[in-house]
T-cell receptor, first 113, second 115 residues
Framework: DQQVKQNSPSLSVQEGRISILNCDYT??????FLWYKKYPAEGPTFLIS?????DKNEDGRFTVFLNKSAKHLSLHIVPSPPGDSAVYFC????????????FGKGTHLIIQP | NAGVTQTPKFRVLKTGQSMTLLCAQD?????MYWYRQDPGMGLRLIHY???????AKGEVPDGYNVSRLKKQNFLLGLESAAPSQTSVYFC??????????????FGDGTRLSIL
């Protein structure tokens, strides 16, 4: 049973436009949510996180929105240069993630010139 | 600025062989984790450690053992490798969760093939 779901395996966005990636979760015990970016043959790189007590967090080009009632979060990337083409993983944890994270399957973001 | 270092980067084993994957972090982190990633899947937690000398099972621990004899190192062992353990293995570490949530920082992975 997938507790963290990224329902779009891929997303194509024109260069310079906003990219919006979505993630749903089922476990109401999750209290910490993170987004990671991954290039081929590299490890995931941390982008941004949000605690369940907040509904928005911004860091530079990245903004994460959390809707607890809908068990939904989204990552907004503005703007989207070609270097943003990568696989983006949504992850969630309980107790701040101390006993590990549960990952979605990822969304492959393709930035088109 | 090494962060999390995994060795080896690639390895091919025969069924039944054993090996140990090494993870080292230089950030003085308390928490360390081993995940595996299979094609089309997200990362799944194998084992983790909340401090030197302690380990705990994750979501998919069967067939693996771990040890954390030193704070900076976390070892993942395969006693008798099976083709189902062909995967990319990622190690991660994070700081003290006591005061605030801590993101995990990942190594670049070990690609393991079991023939």
């Amino acid at each position: 049973d997938q507790q963290v779901k990224q329902n779009s395996p891929s997303l194509s966005v024109q260069e310079g436009r906003i990219s919006i990636l979505n993630c749903d979760y089922t476990n109401s015990m999750f209290d910490y949510f993170l987004w990671y970016k991954k290039y081929p043959a590299e490890g995931p790189t941390f982008l941004i996180s949000i605690s369940s007590i907040k509904d928005k967090n911004e860091d530079g080009r990245f903004t994460v929105f959390l809707n607890k009632s809908a068990k939904h979060l989204s990552l907004h990337i503005v703007p989207s240069p070609p270097g943003d083409s990568a696989v983006y993983f949504c992850a969630a944890g309980k107790g701040g993630g101390a006993d590990g994270l549960t990952f979605g399957k990822g969304t492959h973001l393709i930035i088109q010139p | 600025n090494a962060g999390v270092t995994q060795t080896p980067k690639f390895r091919v084993l025969k069924t039944g062989q054993s090996m140990t994957l090494l993870c080292a972090q230089d950030m003085n982190h308390e928490y360390m984790y081993w995940y595996r990633q299979d094609p089309g899947m997200g990362l799944r937690l194998i084992h983790y450690s909340v401090g030197e000398g302690t380990t705990a099972k994750g979501e998919v621990p069967d067939g693996y053992n771990v040890s954390r004899l030193k704070k900076q190192n976390f070892l993942l062992g395969l006693e008798s490798a099976a083709p189902s353990q062909t995967s990319v293995y990622f190690c991660a570490s994070s700081g003290d969760y006591g005061r605030s949530n801590q993101p995990q920082h990942f190594g670049d992975g070990t690609r393991l093939s079991i023939l």
